[in-house]
């Protein structure tokens, strides 16, 4: 039995490879350095693309103001039961696409956001959808706001370049695989 169920959760991390680009959640160096540029004590609505099981989303949680709220946008509904498992009332958890914030955005009345964190792995999706998700960001970010993305190459910095005001590189060693983060500002 023991056996079997090794197996299962093989054939799940292969068949989640796919969609997540990795099998290893993210280091705790690396959310420290995606998350240092969000001023935690202004902002009141933060957005999370791709948070799989939540490694970055409760870093989030443990940092932002009581009167924060934070949307996370997840594509594999095999993640979403361990998300809504956080049972913080600030988070809602939705099982769509990234490139669905202004719909989900109209639904609960919010006209802007103050950050948007990624970890969506953008080199495996479509051309065309990340176009949709990146212009989709930046529309929904408040003037100032920043748009947070880790990537394990530089495969689309050149697409963030001009859809953003300013893009800031940062790299570390200490994650598996080693990423860039871009820190980029509507
Ligand atoms: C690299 S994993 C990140 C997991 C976790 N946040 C971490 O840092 O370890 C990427 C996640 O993005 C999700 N994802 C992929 N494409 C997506 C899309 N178009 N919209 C929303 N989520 C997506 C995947 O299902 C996966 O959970």
Known sequence: MNAR?????????????????????SSKVLIKTLLAPIDFTSARCIIELGPGTGCVTRSILERMHADCVLICFEVNSDFIGQLEGLQDSRLRVVNACASSIR???????????????????????????????????RSNLREGGRFLQFQYSLSNYAELKPIFKKVKLDFTFRNMPPAFVYECTK
């Open 103 to 137: 719909t989900v955005l109209d639904d609960i009345d919010i006209e802007e956001v103050d950050h948007i964190v990624s970890s969506l792995p953008l080199a495996l999706i479509d051309d065309e959808v990340v176009k949709r998700i990146l212009e989709s960001a």
């Open 5 to 25: 169920l090794k197996f299962s959760d093989s054939l799940n991390l292969i068949r989640s490879f796919k969609t997540s680009g990795t099998i290893t959640p």
